[in-house]
């Protein structure tokens, strides 16, 4: 494909995100892995993987880039009636396997594939490096929907969500960005907006501004510490 660079398994640097192409908005780069290592050095840049069964390892760097600043989290009145009659349990990365599968089995059943098998494999890695984490509702002990996403010094980049119960999803976002505003992360990455996400109150920043809350944030000396927040988030 033209003036998109392809990547191989012994380079792992992306080429610089202004390359991205603007039809289709925001491809940067084919081919590479899906190690560890490089998925940590995309995220740090602004780079996502993002591909379907049968085609190739695509990387992104959309412009604009959806976000969500976890101050402005907007609530809808049948939320916050949720959110007030605590009617989930909250955990956060007691069952984060599940919740990538919970993801992609939703993603399926209206047929996008994007979470494919390695494409869990590898984010299952990341949460084991403690890369990577899960906000999990549950209800009588059955997990009923939840997110998942990586965290780089204070941001947060959210991946999926999903939810076999009304609004669990909507929830476990709600506990990500009180969550967030209580560890000092200034920004959620959203990737691309939708009308789900923009209902929440995320908006569209920039690819130049969003490249300096990376620079800002991600390499900071005092990043999230995930191992000090309890395993069951406290009641809304």
């Not at 990586?150 to 506990?175: N, P, Q, R």
Request: charged share 20%; hydrophobic share 40%; glycine share 6%.
């Amino acid at each position: 494909m033209q003036d998109v660079a392809w990547l191989d398994s012994n380079n792992l640097q992306f080429p610089p995100i202004d390359q991205a192409l603007v039809d289709p908005n925001g491809l940067l780069a084919i081919g590479g892995d899906l190690s560890t290592q490089r998925l940590l050095i995309a995220y740090r840049h602004g780079i996502f993987p993002w591909y379907e069964d049968g085609q190739p390892l695509l990387w992104w760097s959309p412009n604009p880039r959806a976000v969500l600043f976890p101050d402005e989290l907007r609530v809808s009145r049948s939320l916050a009636k949720r959110l007030r009659r605590n009617e989930f349990q909250v955990r956060l990365d007691t069952c984060f396997t599940d919740v990538i599968n919970g993801c992609a089995r939703s993603r399926d059943s209206v047929t996008e594939t994007w979470i494919t098998t390695d494409m869990q494999h590898a984010y299952i890695n990341l949460h084991h490096q403690g890369a990577a984490h899960s906000i999990e509702c549950f209800q009588d002990d059955i997990l009923v929907g939840g997110l998942y996403g990586v965290s780089l010094g204070k941001i947060f980049f959210g991946e999926s969500m999903f939810h076999s119960v009304t609004d669990a999803s909507k929830v476990a976002f709600a506990y990500l960005c009180r969550l967030m505003r209580e560890q000092n992360c200034p920004l959620i990455d959203c990737q691309l907006e939708n009308h789900h996400l923009s209902s929440l109150g995320c908006e569209s920043m920039s690819r130049t501004d969003f490249r300096t809350f990376l620079d800002q944030y991600c390499d900071v000396p005092d990043p999230i510490d995930w191992h000090d927040i309890p395993s069951l988030l406290p009641d809304w």
